[in-house]
């Protein structure tokens, strides 16, 4: 007798067990059973994607990028509000960016149609008509309001708006909701920033500045598509030209700047391959939903 089974049946009158998931149970042995064979097919860590600690940096390079342009932008607030830069300056600014950005477009997306050339001269008018119009709102919205409680709440709408922000770049589909809430932060607080500002004029032209939350991400987005490289040196430059003009606006900011990029780029890629290390997956026949899926496939 076999009484280790609690069935009563002998050894050498039982079937041979067998691996069966909706067989129930079978004669001779428990319900839990499992023989020496359960576990030959199991396989350790079989999906597990090998990173290399070059090519982790390298991605993480698009963090920094949108952080320097965000810096650039702040630094722009800075400068409008300290009456270093006026609103034909800003301006001036803003042509730059738009034309430059639709360059940049244009050489590497290839042949921009007609059509398309119109629909964006007439989103790009409405947009600067709109906040032509809605200028004297703005330069009157946060009157009642001091200015050291403008600087916290921009901010920390600014914080807001770079840990939301849609680092992955997928255009096309339908924004999510925390990218929304990303882009109206900025967009908030590209506002309180430019009421504080002496004229409508200028107020106009901080706005149409704001501007490039939206448009900087797809201009780096095409960049990178078209050549990664390209994308790399751009980065590169982009950041030391923030990290230079930070440095001109105070130097603790510059010391916080350099160390969130080097805490990007080079601590959180090496954090990353080695919590790799301890990473364990476990996959065999007892995997349904794959064995399903590979059998349909």
């Known amino acids: 007798m076999d009484i280790g089974n609690g069935r009563g049946i002998?050894?050498?009158q039982r079937r041979k067990w067998?691996?069966?998931?909706?067989?129930?149970?079978?004669?001779?042995?428990?319900d839990n059973y499992t023989d020496d064979s359960f576990l030959e097919d199991m396989v350790m860590n079989a999906n597990v994607v090998k990173r290399d600690m070059v090519k982790v940096m390298l991605d993480s390079v698009i963090i920094?990028?949108?952080?320097?342009?965000v810096a650039l932008v702040g630094f722009v607030w800075t400068y409008s509000l300290q009456s270093r830069l006026d609103q034909k300056t800003i301006l001036l600014i803003d042509a730059g960016l738009l034309m430059s950005g639709f360059l940049i477009l244009l050489?590497?997306?290839?042949?921009i149609s007609v059509s398309f050339l119109i629909h964006y001269l007439?989103?790009?008018?409405?947009?600067?008509?709109g906040l032509y119009l809605l200028a004297p709102v703005y330069k009157t919205l946060t009157r009642s309001i001091?200015?050291?409680?403008?600087?916290?709440?921009?901010?920390?709408?600014?914080i807001v708006h770079?840990?939301?922000?849609?680092?992955?770049q997928c255009f096309g589909r339908a924004p999510g909701m925390w990218i929304c809430i990303?882009?109206?932060?900025?967009?908030?607080?590209?506002?309180?920033?430019?009421?504080?500002?002496?004229s409508q004029g200028d107020v106009f032209a901080m706005m149409l500045f704001s501007l490039v939350f939206l448009f900087a991400p797809l201009v780096a987005f095409c960049i990178k598509k078209y050549s990664f490289r390209l994308h790399i040196i751009f980065s590169v430059l982009l950041m030391c030209y923030s990290l230079a003009l930070v440095y001109r606006l105070h130097t603790v900011l510059f010391v916080v700047l350099l160390g969130l990029m080097v805490f990007i780029m080079v601590v959180c890629p090496y954090w990353l391959i080695r919590i790799q290390e301890y990473k364990l997956e476990i996959n065999g026949p007892w995997d349904e939903a794959k064995r399903c899926f590979d059998i349909t496939d």
Do not use: C
Request: aromatic share 10%; glycine share 8%.
């Open 107 to 111: 050489l590497t997306e290839g042949m």
């Open 162 to 168: 770079l840990i939301l922000h849609d680092y992955s």
């Open 182 to 198: 990303s882009l109206n932060s900025s967009i908030m607080a590209s506002i309180f920033v430019a009421s504080r500002l002496p």
């Open 18 to 30: 067998r691996k069966v998931a909706y067989g129930g149970m079978q004669p001779g042995y428990d």
């Open 146 to 158: 001091r200015s050291d409680s403008i600087w916290a709440v921009a901010g920390g709408l600014l």
């Open 10 to 12: 002998p050894a050498e």
């Open 122 to 129: 007439l989103n790009l008018s409405f947009s600067a008509s």
């Open 64 to 69: 920094s990028q949108y952080l320097s342009i």
